[in-house]
């Protein structure tokens, strides 16, 4: 069964897609089996990574009852599959409001697809809407991509957010990652943030912390993974050894 990774913040620009893309991709060039879903309706993660043209299936069909074996497509990364996003998903929140079980379509959603992948990551929107709580019900863990600047008062968030879920949905999920990100380790405010985190959340907090780098900011425009784009790049090696992290970890590598 695939381990269902949801990348979830409620704050934006945090680095929650270039995260999503870029551990997904990660993860497919060490091999694994990987299925990126990009629930967000800005479509970021798509726009990254989906060769494809506007009229394919997207994540919105998906909820509407298309077959999730007919939306999953290659993207541009070998090895790496996507479940693309569209502007129009953002309206599924009004169709999912007059639904029962309503948090949990995603996950049932999955079920029959689970057994095909080793990790299923899940780049969600800044909010706490029906699809991101979809998103996080269908999660057996969420990573918290954190910006140096806002990152004690976006886990305060974070863990009152998860906390309801686990209270309400889904009892099993559990943080598996803070990452600090745009970060830069020469300033003393830096160093102080990542020490508040460490004392608060422990080992819960990765080791890897990822740089401003303008290379990360640069991918998406060239629809490439940060691997393909610039492999020698501090980006690419700050994403490379997160990889290495979150393998370890779970388990995949000693
Ligand atoms: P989110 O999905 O949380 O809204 P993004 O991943 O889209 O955040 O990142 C926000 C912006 O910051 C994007 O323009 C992205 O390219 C850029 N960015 C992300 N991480 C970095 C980084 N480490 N260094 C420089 N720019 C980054
Ligand atoms: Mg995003």
Known sequence: MARIVTINNV?????????ATNLAAGLARRGKRVLLIDSDPQANASSNLYPGLRAEKTIKDLFQGTPITEIISPSVETGLEIIPSCLAFSTIELELAAQLARETVL??????????????????????????????CAADEVIIPVHEAYALDAMSQMVNVIL???????????????????YDTRTTLAKEIRERLLNKFGAILFETTIPRNIR???????KKSIFEYAPESAGAI????????VMKRWGMIQ
Do not use: F, W
């Open 238 to 245: 700050a994403y490379q050894k997160l990889t290495e992290e």
């Open 11 to 19: 704050k934006g620009g945090v680095a929650k897609t270039t995260t």
């Open 164 to 182: 309801q879920v686990k209270q309400a949905l889904n009892p099993d999920l559990v943080i598996g990652g803070i990452l600090l990100t745009m």
């Open 107 to 136: 996950k049932r959603l999955l079920k029959p697809i689970e057994g095909n992948y080793d990790i299923i990551l899940i780049d969600t929107q800044p909010s706490v809407g029906v699809i991101p709580i979809n998103a996080l």
């Open 216 to 222: 990360l900011a640069e991918c998406p425009t060239h």
